[in-house]
């Protein structure tokens, strides 16, 4: 199988069935929920939105804690959202991550781990970095997965 060149859209369009379009509507449906993001600490407001497999658009923002470590990010939020709305056997084809201030926004490592549980295998994320708009194959920001394989008795 050919994987997509990491800095050319039309290969990871192609790769993910997600034309350019779509994309952009993830974009802004992330930055416009990240307008609801409860960040008084941080002042760091984060929306996240996920194209599911049945076509459907959810979004989340993050919540803040005084206690940092209860804080919960958006793309988590989101997630939650989607199997709380529409049960777990959903799965995630692309998802974007937006800052309200511009700000370099790609998923943390907690939410990179929960979402390879629901995205599917050629799953897209649209987020910033330092060198301005990003879209990359899932697997390409998190190539290993936790896994748990319990043993079986014999």
């Given at each position: 199988?050919l994987?997509?060149?990491?800095?050319?859209?039309?290969?990871?369009?192609?790769?993910?069935?997600?034309?350019?379009?779509?994309?952009?509507?993830?974009?802004?449906?992330?930055?416009?929920?990240?307008?609801?993001?409860?960040?008084?600490?941080?002042?760091?407001?984060?929306?996240?939105?996920?194209?599911?497999?049945?076509?459907?658009?959810?979004?989340?923002?993050?919540?803040?804690?005084?206690?940092?470590?209860?804080?919960?990010?958006?793309?988590?939020?989101?997630?939650?959202?989607?199997?709380s709305?529409?049960g777990?056997?959903?799965?995630?084809?692309?998802?974007?991550?937006?800052?309200?201030?511009?700000?370099?926004?790609?998923?943390c490592?907690?939410?990179?781990?929960?979402?390879?549980?629901?995205?599917?295998?050629?799953a897209?994320v649209?987020?910033?970095?330092?060198?301005?708009?990003q879209?990359?194959?899932?697997?390409?920001?998190?190539?290993?997965?936790?896994?748990?394989?319990?043993?079986?008795?014999?």
């Open positions: 199988m994987l997509p060149v990491e800095d050319d859209p039309v290969s990871l369009r192609i790769m993910s069935g997600i034309d350019e379009e779509t994309l952009e509507k993830l974009r802004s449906a992330a930055l416009k929920v990240a307008g609801n993001a409860y960040a008084p600490y941080s002042k760091f407001c984060v929306g996240a939105a996920l194209l599911l497999d049945d076509g459907s658009v959810v979004t989340g923002c993050n919540v803040e804690n005084i206690s940092y470590g209860l804080t919960s990010c958006a793309e988590r939020n989101a997630l939650f959202r989607a199997i709305e529409r777990p056997g959903r799965r995630i084809r692309a998802f974007a991550v937006a800052n309200r201030d511009g700000a370099p926004c790609s998923p490592g907690a939410c990179r781990q929960v979402m390879s549980e629901f995205v599917t295998p050629d897209v649209c987020f910033s970095d330092r060198k301005g708009p879209t990359r194959r899932f697997a390409e920001l998190f190539p290993f997965t936790f896994v748990f394989e319990p043993e079986t008795e014999a």
